[in-house]
């Protein structure tokens, strides 16, 4: 997903006023909870109308850049990210990544496709280099999130994850929640229950913090589910950080007035 604002914002917030009346409406008919109100008309935003989010955000990295991350100063292990197909085995591991798409964060890898120079597919940079990788700010919305994850098992450690290869939840700069791999490089989808922290902006943010043996982490496709599982478009996540004041649940709406 690779969005740009565009004139089509102004016609996206009438038509996002119009949702919220049709849900206040349709609330005081049925009686609908706050979370079938979620579920009903922010769920299928995207099919309504052409939402613009103000912001880039590649949540699959089908985009084949690093859209919406943000790498930290020194960060050298994100340099060759992301990795195009299944380059474990182009290389012979014996461990496929099992990626999601054609493209996906492989901490070991250093190929980019056919198109990038001086690659070839099976290429490594190994797992000397360290680094972070920052997701853009988000609001947790959903009472689940779920992902793609592999390679290093160094679980994080207070207050920096020296020594860490993990994926970690971060809510003010704090570690809420945290996964790491389970030293192959075939990655496996994780569950987080997030439901404690509806509401609140988070970011997603991975961590190689080692240099050694299995120091580097896999990652891929991390989306928010509601509790019985539906995915929640990242589209109608980040128009509510786009427009701010959008209120996203009936008791927003009630405490506005
Ligand atoms: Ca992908
Ligand atoms: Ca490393």
Known sequence: MKK????VGVATLVGLGCLVLIGLLFSKLSGESEAAFITGPVLYLPTLINLAPAVDFTHDFETGDLSGWTRSKDDKAHEFQPTFEDNPTARGRGQPSQHQGDWW????????????KGQVAG???????IGDLTSIEFKIVGDKMNFLIGAGNHPWVEPKGEGSTCVNLEINGKMVMTETGKNTETMARVEWDVSKFKGQMAVIKLYDRNAGGWGHINFDDVKQTTNDGKEIPWEAILAVKAFGKLPTTLGQIKSDR
Not at 4 to 7: D, G, L, P, R
Not at 105 to 116: F, H, S, T, V
Not at 123 to 129: C, L, S, T
């Open 4 to 7: 740009t604002v565009t004139s």
């Open 123 to 129: 290429g490594i940079q190994g797992d000397a280099p």
């Open 105 to 116: 964060i492989g901490g070991y890898e250093k190929y980019q496709g056919p198109k990038a």
